[in-house]
């Protein structure tokens, strides 16, 4: 029954923004950390975002710093990573997994994933 789900990639235009959606099932995502990892084609998976269960502390990656937010709506059971100022090197498809609590530092700590959305940016 547990279950993530991804939804918002589509094509945007560079310097356009996307807001991705994480919506969860099966479980209250209210006590766990929520991390937005991208893998861009022949590339390896690599961690993009992540907010806690607690605070709604965030961390992001150096690359997306101050274009990048990532929130959570615990009444809706969903988080959110709301994407601006969006340059071509962040094609890549999107995925959110849940870890317990606080954000984690490795991808293998992450339990649950969701399929990805494609996001491409493109003129």
């Known amino acids: 029954q547990v279950q993530l789900v991804e939804s918002g990639g589509g094509l945007v235009q560079p310097g356009g923004s996307l807001r991705l959606s994480c919506a969860a099932s099966g479980f209250t995502l209210d006590y766990y950390a929520i991390g937005w990892f991208r893998q861009a084609p022949g590339k390896e998976r690599e961690g993009v975002s992540c907010?806690?269960?607690?605070?709604?502390?965030?961390i992001y990656a150096d690359s997306v710093k101050g274009r990048f937010t990532v929130s959570r709506d615990n009444g809706k059971n969903t988080v959110y990573l709301q994407m601006n100022s969006l340059r071509p090197e962040a094609t890549a498809v999107y995925y959110c997994a849940s870890t317990k609590r606080l954000c984690k530092p490795m991808v293998d700590e992450y339990d649950y994933w969701g399929q990805g959305t494609q996001v491409t940016v493109s003129s």
């Open positions: 907010i806690s269960s607690s605070d709604s502390g965030t």
